[in-house]
């Protein structure tokens, strides 16, 4: 796999070249921690209004988030890790805001995941315990972090004091269940990709592009998976020559009839042109006009390519975005939605601010059932009833602008998902979705954001999501961390952790104990791209014969709708300024 080699090495050049201060933390990694921990330091010392802004405390914990994602071998790693989780949970503190409280706990969490042998692994177990018990008043959780710190780690400072409070929280420790028995399930739906065939071509059958300020994605549609190198060539203002980006697709001939150049005019993008350098193989030149960085990944049944261009909104022209091709089934519900809120907006009080915009993915549909229950029941039919209740409760209950991605039994892209919501201007970006286990006897709520897997559990959800691969998640997470803006992680955290508080207290009290599995990250290709906060809710667990007999009711779909609704308002109710001081 020469090219894969060849494109990652490119991929890392240009992001040292394109991305601000990449160039000298690649250069001096101990100055870049040694910056991002001093802006940490004046931030908690600050005595002025500078420590009640939110977007402050974001910026530093992204800084020393992206430091560990950047050098994960650095002496400083886990010490950064464990840094970006004490400024969450300062910022926490000044909020008050359960979902950032529970943000601060899994980022805790995430130091001793991360970084086991290290002294930070103990302190962030520490840290966590205390904060579970003290802010999030969950003793059963905080005795379950007491005996991580027992069991993991039992030659740490903290070693003597974890037995000490796990004799004071005994009352709360699990009680032994009786092993379930374990019933095979149906393998999750893998999309494997039939082998290029030696000799035999494929065929490029279309280009399509969804343009908004500061963002365009290209994806390129083949018949077969198909072997392509990837080249950015500078612009060369001697001869007017704009800058480009081109893919060989090799042993490729376009479809007939596909046109041979198309116009953007996006403001980053102003031409997409194929044609054929040499025989064989067919090129697909973008003409850029202004850009920031660009990613490259692939999407498998029906395989495709997708390019993601970012630039700067500041410096790009607002513009009529290309029209979709009729066919599209994306094209009618962005025709049908209100018009896009393209601006970057302020946050005014809540009783001038304008409605916000939320998209609301209905997961699967169409030739994709997703999970299939015990007794036949599918979770593109229950996700679906779900979405449009939801719709209306958001539409009723917030009064916000809501756009669906699907509103009937249509297979929907993954990529045409998050692409809708940038075109749309969407706020906000939820996608439902029910759970499956081999293990018949798993159960509980779950809501996801876009980050790396933390545990192999959380990748196998991000594989049957995806409808792919364990190795094809591990691939895309060798590149996930410059796909991603590190503010709207921090904001899609808080969204899950406020979705997730709201779903357990409301289900819990419907219909009895509920089981929390919490707020966990993974690479899941719905939410790739998002330029807002977004999300993916797991509701239950269909393989689970008591779960799924719930979800065919209506009253656990308006509950957990409610519960959704009770999350967002949480969300919606913290502001620029996360403390009145």
Known sequence: MKKHWTFFLLLLFFCTLLTPGADAAGKNPDKEFAAAKAALTRLDADKGKARSYRDRWVKVIA??????????????????????????????LISRLPGDFAAAQEAYLAVADAAPSSPYAADGLWAAARLTEKNLQDPAATYRVYERIKT???????????????????????????????????????APLTPVVKGERGQLNGVRSWSNPGYTRIVIDLSQPTDYTSTLLAADPAIGAPPRLFLDLLETLPVGGLPESSVVNDGLLRQ???GKPEVGRTRVVLDLLSFDNYKIFTLPDPFRIIIDIAGSAGTIPVTTAQPLPAADPIAAIVAAAPPAILAPRPVPPVSSRPSRRIVIDAGHGGKDPGAVGPSGLLEKDIVLSMALLLAEEVKDKLGWDVVLTRNDDTFIPLEERTALANKVGADLFVSLHVNA?????????????????????????AA???????????????????LMAHSKIQESSRLA??????????????????????????PFYVLLGANMPSVLV??????????????????????TTRAIIDGLRAYDGSSQVVAQQ
């Open 538 to 559: 797991e509701a239950a667990f269909l393989s689970n014969p008591e779960e799924e007999t719930r979800l065919a009711t209506r009253k656990y779909q308006v509950e």
């Open 497 to 522: 952790s406020d979705i997730q508080h709201a779903l357990i207290i409301g289900l819990t009290r419907e219909f009895g104990e509920v089981k929390n599995l919490g707020v966990k990250q993974g």
């Open 63 to 92: 800084d020393l988030e992206s430091f560990r994602a950047r050098h994960p071998r650095h002496g400083k790693s886990a010490e950064a890790l464990y840094l970006a989780a004490t400024a969450q949970e300062k910022m926490a």
């Open 272 to 274: 997409i042109r194929t």
């Open 437 to 461: 286990s081999s293990n018949s006897a798993a159960h509980g709520v779950e809501t996801y954001y876009l980050n790396f897997s933390k545990n192999e559990k959380a990748a196998a959800v």
């Open 464 to 482: 049957r999501e995806n409808g792919t691969t364990l190795r094809a998640v591990s691939d895309l997470e060798q590149i996930l961390f410059d």
């Open 152 to 190: 993991e780690q039992g030659q740490s400072k903290y070693a003597g004091k974890a037995k000490d409070e796990l004799k004071r929280l005994a009352v709360y420790a699990p009680k032994p269940a009786p092993k379930p028995p374990v019933v095979a399930a149906p393998p999750a739906p893998s």
